[in-house]
């Protein structure tokens, strides 16, 4: 089965910096889209980056384009989240997710069908 585990998350103040880790096991395949994900509490859950597992492709949403980079170590099956001069409005849990077929509509939640536990980020004024 595929698992996925995220780390990484804590507190900081605004303006810091935070990288997010999610490692792979179990049967992973080179057509899977990542995408990590956020949950403000009593919010709705968004997608924030996403990469393609096969080629590299990245996306981003608007609101962390220049500020987060998600990048893969293909030799270690983990893909980061690297998350600079963060912002209050950033908090939240992080979770990475798997949708089997490449990152179409990636922004989308209901799509991805593989779900980690998620790692709280919490960002103080």
């Known amino acids: 089965q595929l698992q996925m585990a995220e780390s990484g998350g804590g507190s900081v103040q605004a303006g810091g910096s935070l990288k997010l880790s999610c490692a792979l096991s179990?049967?992973?395949?080179?057509?899977?889209?990542l995408g990590w994900f956020r949950q403000a509490p009593w919010g709705a859950r968004e997608g924030v980056a996403a990469i393609d597992r096969g080629d590299g492709t990245t996306n981003a949403a608007d609101s962390v384009k220049g500020r987060f980079t998600i990048s893969q170590d293909n030799s270690k099956n983990t893909v980061f989240l690297e998350m600079n001069s963060l912002k209050p409005e950033d908090t939240g849990i992080y979770y990475c997710?798997?949708?089997?077929?490449?990152?179409?509509?990636?922004?989308?939640?209901?799509?991805?069908?593989?779900w980690g536990q998620g790692t709280q980020v919490t960002v103080s004024s």
């Open positions: 179990g049967s992973t395949s080179a057509t899977d889209c």
């Open positions: 997710a798997i949708k089997r077929l490449r990152c179409g509509g990636w922004f989308r939640a209901a799509l991805f069908q593989y």
